[in-house]
């Protein structure tokens, strides 16, 4: 015998219009989601489809996300240039940096590609600056950062 539970209204999704700020947060109609434990199961249930949009996929509720800039954040950095460095994201995976995939944006934000490299991700400040302290003085005002055996000029 299959037992048939009534939604009673419950919805996991805010109703209101969600986007994914620059700055890592969870918005609904323009205010903070507070509630950490929502932005990060946000965070998880977060797909971009091959059509590139966005959406929250939770049980039978689903909702489309405006993306500020990326869909991802980089929220810190662990290791070092002998080593390597692994990148944490806002979903809580942890992901080895490619540094070939790091290129300075407008407004000098670093970006890097993450999700096996279909999805770019903004470094928030704790993170770029955590990677940057590993920077060395480069050619022109250039940095660059160390990672093993390569130089990777950080304009």
């Not at 932005?39 to 971009?48: E, F, G, H, S, V």
């Not at 942890?94 to 903004?122: I, Q, S």
Request: glycine share 8%; net charge negative.
């Amino acid at each position: 015998m299959e037992l048939t539970v009534a939604r009673a209204g419950f919805t996991a999704i805010h109703s209101g219009r969600i986007t994914f700020g620059k700055d890592g947060r969870w918005y609904c109609d323009d205010e903070i989601i507070p509630n950490k434990a929502i932005c990060r199961l946000y965070a998880r249930a977060m797909t971009i489809d091959a059509d590139g949009i966005a959406r929250l996929r939770l049980g039978e509720d689903e909702a489309h996300v405006t993306i500020e800039d990326t869909p991802w954040v980089v929220v810190q950095v662990e290791g070092g240039p002998a080593r390597g460095f692994q990148i944490l994201l806002n979903d809580e995976t942890l992901e080895p940096l490619d540094p070939a995939t790091l290129r300075v944006g407008p407004d000098n934000v670093l970006y890097c590609r993450v999700k096996d490299a279909r999805h770019e991700a903004r470094f928030l400040r704790p993170a770029y600056y955590e990677l940057m302290r590993h920077c060395v003085p480069g050619p022109e005002g250039t940095l660059v950062l160390p990672v093993g055996s390569l130089r990777v000029t950080l304009a």
